[in-house]
């Protein structure tokens, strides 16, 4: 079983869409959880944390379920420029972050 | 907001050359890594250095690899002798805390061995 394992998509939404993605790690060790953002052959960067008790920021609403070892992310009202990959991000205690292959968002007109 | 600087943005060589990639940290981040892309795949930790020493580092981090802050500031990674298979995107990442609660990447170094 993969370290971190997502869709890739690519998910197709029009502007407004509600999306969601979703994750599944296998460290059940994991100790903390990102959503990271990847714009083309660019860096990632952080978009949340995610937290068990859920977390929202603005249009973003992240989501743990410890038990499940399953995190998501909801995208409300899609915006054109929120096209781009989402990575799911577990740090597994010992100074590393384990990426996923990252979920594609394409948001078109 | 405050950026990693990497330094080349890209770099071409042939195969068997020494490489040596370029960061500089946020000034007070204590956490510096190296993470790698190879093109369409996913982000892949290679090592973690904290405290003048290697915390730890993955599989792909082999004994042509190393990496120092060789004057206190800038931190480098050194590929020995490149392989074909060393291509990819290079990316630095820096941290204030043990837990990576943030990190900040550098825009990245793109090297392609020939």
């Known amino acids: 079983r993969k370290e971190v394992e997502q869709d890739p998509g690519p998910f197709n939404v029009p502007e407004g869409a509600t999306v969601a993605f979703n994750c599944t790690y296998s460290n059940s060790a994991s100790q903390s959880f990102f959503w990271y953002r990847q714009d083309c052959r660019k860096e990632p960067k952080l978009l949340m944390s995610?937290?068990?008790s859920g977390n929202e920021d603005g249009r973003f609403t992240a989501q743990l379920n410890r038990a499940s070892q399953y995190i998501s992310l909801l995208i409300r009202d899609s915006k054109l420029s929120d096209s781009a990959t989402y990575l799911c991000?577990?740090?597994?205690?010992?100074?590393?972050?384990?990426f996923g292959t990252g979920t594609r968002l394409l948001v078109s007109p | 907001e405050p950026e990693v600087t990497q330094t080349p943005s890209h770099q071409v060589t042939q195969m068997g050359q020494e490489v040596i990639l370029r960061c500089v940290p946020i000034s007070n981040h204590l956490y510096f890594y190296w993470y790698r892309q190879i093109l369409g795949q996913k982000v892949e930790f290679l090592v973690s250095f904290y405290n003048n020493e290697i915390s730890e580092k993955s599989e792909i981090f082999d004994d042509q690899f190393s990496v120092e802050r060789p004057d206190g500031s800038n931190f480098t990674l050194k590929i020995r002798s490149t392989k074909l298979e060393d291509s990819a995107m290079y990316f630095c990442a820096t941290g204030q805390g043990a837990r990576n609660e943030k990190l900040f990447f550098g825009s990245g170094t793109q090297l392609s061995v020939l």
């Open positions: 991000v577990v740090n597994t205690g010992f100074q590393k972050l384990v």
């Open positions: 995610v937290y068990s």
